[in-house]
């Protein structure tokens, strides 16, 4: 079983690593998971680039998990505040995985979220 969670990690590594490569040529080196999901964020927000403040990029962040793992089942989008930033609602407990199954996960779903989004196209493997 090892080695297929190995396997699984290689070829999610290698098409993040693509992802992130597509998306360097247009927003500049040194993106990390975290900037990526930064960049899902505003992309939901829909506003557009600005200085946030340190609470609105918190905010950023959890849109963009939210988003990510909304087709998984955890979130689903209830609606914008006011303020036009949108809201979820969580549909059920994240179950507890350590750090490698996280990064997995949300590799995974940034993986998904660029290419099915049209942002990066990866060749078939």
Not at 7 to 21: G, I, S, W
Not at 37 to 48: H, S
Not at 106 to 119: C, H, P, V
Request: aromatic share 14%.
């Amino acid at each position: 079983m090892n080695i297929y969670f190995s396997n699984m990690d290689y070829d999610v590594e290698l098409k993040f690593q693509e992802v992130k490569k597509q998306l360097e040529i247009i927003f500049g080196e040194g993106m990390d998971v975290q900037s990526l999901l930064f960049m899902v964020g505003v992309n939901e927000l829909g506003m557009g680039y600005k200085n946030f403040s340190k609470a609105e990029k918190t905010n950023l962040i959890h849109i963009a998990i939210c988003t990510l793992l909304e087709p998984y089942g955890y979130y689903q989008f209830e609606g914008l505040d006011e303020d036009k930033w949108p809201h979820f609602k969580l549909l059920k407990k994240i179950p507890y995985i350590n750090n490698r199954e996280q990064q997995h996960l949300i590799k995974e779903a940034l993986i998904s979220y660029f290419t099915e989004n049209n942002y990066v196209s990866l060749s078939s493997s």
